[in-house]
């Protein structure tokens, strides 16, 4: 078994904390961050508002488990890797809302969400498909966008960096009475870079806009009943090169993201949430080639909460309805799958003893009956320290597109995985180490595989042999005074079980260490980023170099009401690639003054 090391902290470098994090992701409930079992990082405002001019997959990038790679310049396709695994391993929810796809390999589209929108993030590391049913057989993706509070809160920002890079950003939120409200709207634009490496490629910029408005409304209809509303909507436009002429190619996207929830507690001891959700996501290219494809995932939701003794009891219906038009899928061109579940779980909190189990049963349109369960201990067995330990199962339904398309199988078999893993945990205050193992079994994987299958074209989608994500990561927090010192890193071996070989595109090592400090009335944040070497075809082919990136940010108050922040990323101006013949951005700046009255 191989070993990670991992800090659950409030977020990567965050400010110091007066109350202790809550998190809701590892149950789907409520729990302090300090009595879970699992393997969970919170990235909390304070660490977004630094990092103006990044996506949220950029930011991603720089915590513990995670790895990303992008085909392009900003806004084309983004895989995220969390130990190891591939896109469509992770689950994402927007404020509860499923935003994953069908499409393709399916994951999340991580370029529609604007970072000015969102409040917080949840990464959840580790199989929870016992509590999230398919689709988390890695880990779990929970980002929250800003909830209103009294008063009238009003902000506007402006920035502008490297590649003729834009960007403004407008919100308003405050509460009056029973009602709160959250409004925010923002709009990028940028020449971009050559996004390719390729001899005789296009040359020329393929550049990026995008718009998006999001809000949220929430009703406090008495003390014990409370209604959310929660919506977005963006659209983006990304330039890539499809071929070699002088075309220009782009690739549009869109999601619209919708949910209602319905929380009730019924006594001291009863909870409830309802809730009902949608969200579409749709992709189209123009140039070269035309193609079109839309998901559409829609999620019901019942779950109650009951306090037996020192335990709490849920107790979840789930209702998940996937639809997926695309003109490639054969014979029909719209497919649809459902799932149906029921979801049982208990966390016990007693002394220096935590339990949390789960099982889950999903009935599957397609697959018939998948059952999942997981078990976790912490024992809390010296002041400061905590060990852990747990073991859980996950599965990962093929994609509609996997089956039905013309690359498709429709005799694809689901991934099931199994997941084991040790922690241990230090924490005073604002110092934090921690340590965990994990070794995730991996069978039946899907891949896209050129030269086998019998879809009757040059790839194929099929099931290939056993994958394991093993790995070893560090990480910890320091505070010296106003000085922090903070990182992770990760050594993983991700690699197909029977022949060996390294998984694609996932390096062996990686880590982000980072300084924080105030100087001259600037608060200033360093950062280094580097990666081992990774391939770009599994078998060692197409080798990818490592790399080291220097980071930098600097943030100063302006009076009471406005905020300059500046970064520069790849400082010394590295060249690297995350995939053959992409490039990336080399040295950026961007600069953002933001107006907040207090």
Known sequence: ??????????????????????????????QPLSEVVADITVIDRATLQREVGQSIEDILAKQPGIQITRTGGPGTETVLHLRGATKQHTAVYLDGIRIDAQ??????????????????????????????GSDAL????????????????????????????YQQEAGLSGGAGQWDYALGLSHVDSKG????????????????????????????LTDNHRLDATLLRSESNAGYDASKSMQDDRGIRALDAYGLTWSARWSDAHS??????????????????????????????????????????NVTLERREDTLDNADLQPIPRKQRQQN???????????AHTLQANVRSDDDSDFGRKNTAGLGYGWSFAPHWKATASMATGFHVPTLFQRFSAYGDSSLAPEESLNKELGLRWQVQDKQLGVTIYRNQIKNLVAFTRGQGS????????????????????????????????GSVDFQNPHNEKTGNQLQRRSKRFATVGLELPAAGVNWDAQVQTASRRYDKEGGADMLGGYTLLNLSASKPLGKDFTLTARVDNLLDRDYTLAKDYATAGRTFFVQLKWMPQ
Not at 138 to 163: D, E, L, M, N, W
Not at 193 to 220: E, M
């Open 1 to 30: 078994m191989a070993v990670c090391v991992c800090l659950i902290t409030a977020g990567a470098h965050a400010a110091p904390q007066t109350l202790e994090p809550v998190v809701v992701t590892a149950t789907r409930s409520d």
């Open 138 to 165: 890695a880990g779990v993706v929970q980002i929250f966008t800003q909830r209103g509070k009294s008063g009238f809160q009003p902000y506007v920002s402006v920035g502008a960096g490297a590649h003729q890079t």
């Open 103 to 132: 499409n393709g390999s399916g994951g999340a589209n991580w370029e529609a969400i604007p970072v000015h929108l969102v409040e917080r993030i949840e990464i959840l590391r580790g199989p929870a498909g016992a509590v999230y």
């Open 455 to 486: 879809c009757g074209q040059t790839s194929c989608y099929l099931n290939v042999d056993r994958a394991v994500l093993e790995g070893i990561t560090l990480s910890g927090a320091y505070r010296w005074n106003q000085v922090k010192a903070y």
């Open 341 to 351: 579940a029921v979801a049982l779980g208990y966390g016990l909190q007693w002394d």
């Open 272 to 313: 409830m949430r309802l809730s009902a959700s949608e969200s579409v996501n749709t992709y189209e290219t123009l140039g070269t080639s035309t193609y079109f494809t839309e998901t559409t995932l829609r999620n019901y939701l019942l779950q109650n909460d009951w306090q037996l003794g020192e335990g709490v009891l």
């Open 193 to 220: 870079f050559d996004s390719k490496t390729s001899v005789g490629r296009n040359l020329d910029k393929d550049g990026y806009t995008r718009k998006a408005a999001n809000g949220r409304l929430g009703w406090q």
